[in-house]
Structure formats: C-alpha cells, structure tokens
C-alpha cells in the first residue's frame, strides 16, 4: 500500500510553475477568476462562478483533505508571477494504489501556455515516482472535446465512457469519459515524451 501524508504540504515545481496546497488564504487570489471569468466552470461538477462558488469551491477541496479522499493545489505561474488556477488529486485510494487527477483549471491567459503540460508532468512524476501510484485515472464531460485532446496529448489512454454517471450543475445527466495513465507507462515513455513537451 502507498503512503500519502495528507498533512504534509507538497510543494511542486520547475522552472514555469510551482504548485503548493489550496488554502483558505487562497481566496482573494483566486477570486477574481471566479468573477471575471465565469466559463471556466462550463463542464465541471462543482461550480465556482461568483464569490460564493469560490467560497464553496475551496471549502469543498478542504473538506476532502480533511476527510484524506482529495489533496488541491493553487497553480502558480512563475513566468508572469501570477496566480493561474488550481487542481487536485481526488478518489485516492491508498490500498488500490490508485487516484484521480482532475478539478483543474486555468484563467484564460494562461490556457494554451504550456502551463498545463508542465503542471500535468510535476503531478504524474509525483504520483508515479514519489508516492509509487499504480495508477492514475481522468475523466472529463465526453462533450468537453478541449479537455478530452489535453488529457490524450500527455499520453493518456482512452478506456471507455460511463453513461449517465454524475449531476452536472444544471441539473442534468452527464456521460463521463475515463482515461488513464499507468506507472509503467509513465516510466516506460510518456514521461519523456512529455517532458521534451515541457520543454522552454
């Protein structure tokens, strides 16, 4: 069985981002993503559009630390020395050896940067080489086409849709596609791969 510290704070990072756990200090930082941008929050599940969405956001990532099931981070942008966004490891099962990467997102500015790329690559080198993680699982709405290509370009494979399987925010049925990345594959060869993508 791996080891996870839920209440150790993880600090991850390189030379473009650094990665730190979420706070409730992070609040003021973070809020106005939630008020000038409220699209980020089209396809995820728990919205955080406006002061209260935030509030909420954030309670939630605290009470799935609390309850050693999530473990978020705030995305720091060292190249233009700025607050980004946020993302998390949820569903870890420590007996399975396995988690789930998700709950991301960025501000506008820093999409298609290369940020995600260089987060994606800290995380899955911290699951898969420090804590030893068998597996690490995403999913995404299937009719979210630009997270579905970000999660394929970083190598992971596609497994299969479950239908029906979740409560989107406005209350209908979302069907959720499921890839993956195993640790032989991480160390077999997408971590070059993708770390030649990190790369400048």
């Not at 791996?2 to 756990?21: A, G, M, Q, S, T």
């Not at 500015?109 to 290369?114: E, L, M, P, R, V």
């Not at 999660?151 to 209350?171: A, F, Q, W």
Request: hydrophobic share 35%; proline share 2%; glycine share 8%.
């Amino acid at each position: 069985m791996v080891e996870f510290d839920f209440d150790f704070e993880y600090i991850l990072e390189n030379d473009i981002v650094l990665l730190r756990p979420l706070s409730v200090d992070d609040f003021k930082d973070l809020l106005p993503f939630a008020l000038h941008e409220p699209g980020l929050w089209k396809y995820s599940l728990i919205q955080a559009s406006g002061e209260e969405g935030m509030k909420n956001y954030i309670e939630q990532a605290i009470k799935g630390k609390t309850e050693r099931k999530e473990y978020a981070f705030t995305v720091w942008d060292k190249r233009t020395n700025e607050f980004a966004g946020s993302t998390r490891f949820y569903d870890i099962q420590l007996y399975h050896e396995t988690l789930q990467l998700g709950y991301t997102w960025y501000g506008n500015k820093f999409q298609g940067t290369g940020l995600n790329k260089n987060c994606k690559y800290l995380l899955l080198e911290f699951a898969f080489e420090q804590k030893n993680f068998k597996r690490v699982e995403f999913r995404a709405d299937q009719t979210n086409a630009r997270s579905i290509a970000a999660m394929k370009s970083i190598g992971c494979t596609e497994e299969g849709v479950l239908r029906s399987n979740v409560i989107k925010s406005d209350g209908g049925r979302r069907d959720s596609i499921v890839l993956s990345i195993l640790r032989e594959e991480w160390l077999g060869n997408i971590k070059n791969m993708l770390g030649h993508k990190c790369v400048g």
